[in-house]
Structures are given as structure tokens and as C-alpha cells.
């Protein structure tokens, strides 16, 4: 797996499922082109692709939420990018995952898409995370919809690095957690839940929600200052990784520079091309040679960033 962006190609893919996940989450599995197989091979986690969506219909009207109808009735002319939760390549099937949530006119119109449908897409797309070296612990943390990048990188990292992994998952509440496989027992206090994408990674996992309706009550940031200062691993042997909303990563990074580790974080920004032609997805960053600022593209530089070249404003 390279960390470097890989070529990019426009190819379609093939709906195998596309479940909902609560109200607003869903899980989309793609089935690649043939043709798409060995790019895919080489792309790395934290990197996407861009769906078109501009031919999908519109759910029925009472399948519409009223906060959508009149943003629904737009024209959607622009792709839309999705990072993976997964990559699977077996053979010569290239199967990818996406975990989405319905915010927009583009999203609601995904919801529609069944089983055997087609869907063009452009991809893979960024520069994904750098895999550690001689590193012994990784602490990922995902906050919200930030998850699905980080899942995929659990998986990649207990595959092909000798590294110890544990994570910390953070959302506003409960449902907030609808993209993870949730599993409970009786044993535990209501708010205890398991993760089963980590779980079965055998991956230690800190849960946090801001209503305290799942795991800890506060921010997973603090759950992160928490175990950092309890465990004060080696800044050598440790790195950390990051995705979620900007005041969480901004607040990671500060907490990162505190304890000597380094840290990169995946950054969202409206992403209208995805290749770097429209620039409109500008990140402010630190040149660490001549410490003056510059701009670097979200979709061509990043998504992935190291924490310290971020300007957090």
C-alpha cells in the first residue's frame, strides 16, 4: 500500500447493498469494474472518491424530510466525495464500503440507489494516511461522522503493521454512533456499548458522547487528554491519528503537541473537482522550513495532513 496518491481513473461500480443505519446514517457497498482492480489495490485509507449523483432520482415525497424539500427540488451538478470504510480486493473483485449520512439534496438522493444499479465515480482520490514506522502504538481517534476513514485504517494497520491499536470514538449522543456495528450486553451499565468494527479487531476502544448516552459524558478529546496523562506512552514509540470535525482535531493536535506525539489528522472541506483543478478546497497550513503560510488543497495534498503543518484557526 503506498502513501503517496495513487493514479485515478472514471469508472463505474455496481450497488451490491445500501442499507440505512437509524435515521440519517447508511451503508453503501459498491462492486468495482474490472478495470478499477489494480488502482484500488494500491490506495490507502483516508483517501475517497467522487460519486456522481446528478442523474439520481428523489425518494417519494413522504420519504423527504421537511428540512430537505426545498434544498431537494435542486439541480445537483457537482460530485459528491466519499472516503472508504473499506477496500477488499480478492481475486478480481474490488468491493468497496461507504458510510454516509443524509444532509443534502445529494446524499438523500443515494438513498434511493438498490441493489444492481450503477454508479460512476472518480477515484481513488487525496493522499491517505502514512503508515507508522518503527512505531508500537497507534491511538485513533474518530469523532462523529469521522469514522469511516479510521475504520478502514484499523483494519489496514492490524494487517500489515506489528502495532498496537486503541481507539477512541466520540459523538453527540448514542444514535451518533449509527455507523458502527453497536453491541450491548445486560452485564454492562445502559450507556456501555461495543463497537464491533474494533471489537473484532480485538482493538481496546474509549467511547465518549456529549449527552452521556453512550460511554463517558464529554468530549472524546478530553478521553484522550485522560489516558495520555494516566499512561504516558514514549512520544518514539506512539503516533496518532485523527478524523472528525476541525474544533476535535484542532483540540487532538494541541493535545498531540502536548504529549510529544505526532499526529495526523483527515480534513473535510467542500471538494468540488476532487482533483485539484478548482481549488476550492484551500487549507490554510505552516511551511515547517521557513515557517510562513501557505495553502495546500484538501483533495490533492490531503485529505491526510500531519497535525503541526495545519494552521487551526
Not at 48 to 55: G, H
Not at 68 to 94: H, K, V
Not at 103 to 126: E, H, Q, W, Y
Not at 286 to 309: H, Q
Request: charged residues 25%; positive net charge.
Amino acid at each position: 500500500m503506498t502513501d503517496s496518491p495513487s493514479k485515478k481513473g472514471i469508472f463505474n461500480a455496481t450497488v451490491l447493498m445500501n442499507r440505512s443505519l437509524g435515521d440519517k446514517f447508511c451503508r453503501l457497498t459498491l462492486e468495482l469494474e474490472k478495470k478499477a482492480n489494480i488502482l484500488f489495490s494500491h490506495a490507502s485509507a483516508g483517501q475517497f472518491i467522487e460519486i456522481d449523483v446528478s442523474k439520481l432520482a428523489l425518494p417519494s415525497e413522504k420519504l423527504i424530510p421537511g428540512q430537505l424539500w426545498d434544498s431537494a427540488q435542486r439541480d445537483i451538478i457537482l460530485r459528491r466525495p466519499f472516503s472508504f470504510a473499506d477496500i477488499d480486493c480478492n481475486n478480481d473483485t474490488t468491493v468497496v464500503e461507504i458510510l454516509y449520512c443524509v444532509l443534502g439534496p445529494a446524499t438523500l438522493r443515494m438513498k434511493t440507489l438498490k441493489i444492481g444499479d450503477s454508479v460512476n465515480f472518480i477515484g481513488p482520490l487525496g493522499s491517505g494516511f502514512k503508515l507508522p514506522e518503527n512505531k508500537k502504538l497507534a491511538l485513533l481517534v474518530a469523532g462523529g461522522m469521522g469514522a469511516p476513514p479510521l475504520i478502514h485504517l484499523a483494519k489496514v494497520l492490524k494487517k500489515q503493521c506489528p502495532i498496537e491499536l486503541i481507539a477512541f470514538v466520540g459523538a453527540k449522543t448514542l444514535a451518533g454512533l449509527a455507523f458502527f456495528d453497536i453491541e450491548t450486553s445486560k452485564l454492562k451499565k445502559e450507556t456501555d456499548i461495543t463497537l464491533g468494527e474494533f471489537s473484532r479487531l480485538n482493538i481496546k476502544t474509549f467511547i465518549s458522547t456529549d449527552d452521556g448516552t453512550a460511554g463517558t459524558k464529554g468530549f472524546i478529546s478530553q478521553s484522550l487528554e485522560n489516558w495520555l496523562t494516566k499512561n504516558k506512552p514514549d512520544g518514539k514509540d506512539t503516533i496518532v491519528y485523527a478524523c472528525g470535525p476541525e474544533a476535535m482535531l484542532s483540540a487532538t493536535t494541541a493535545i498531540s503537541s502536548q504529549f510529544k506525539l505526532p499526529c495526523q489528522v483527515s480534513l473535510e472541506r467542500r471538494m468540488a473537482c476532487g482533483t485539484g483543478l478548482c481549488q476550492s478546497c484551500a487549507v490554510k497550513c505552516r511551511d515547517k522550513a521557513s515557517g510562513n503560510t501557505i495553502y495546500k488543497l484538501c483533495c490533492k495534498d490531503g485529505p491526510v495532513f500531519w497535525s503541526d503543518e495545519v494552521v487551526w484557526e
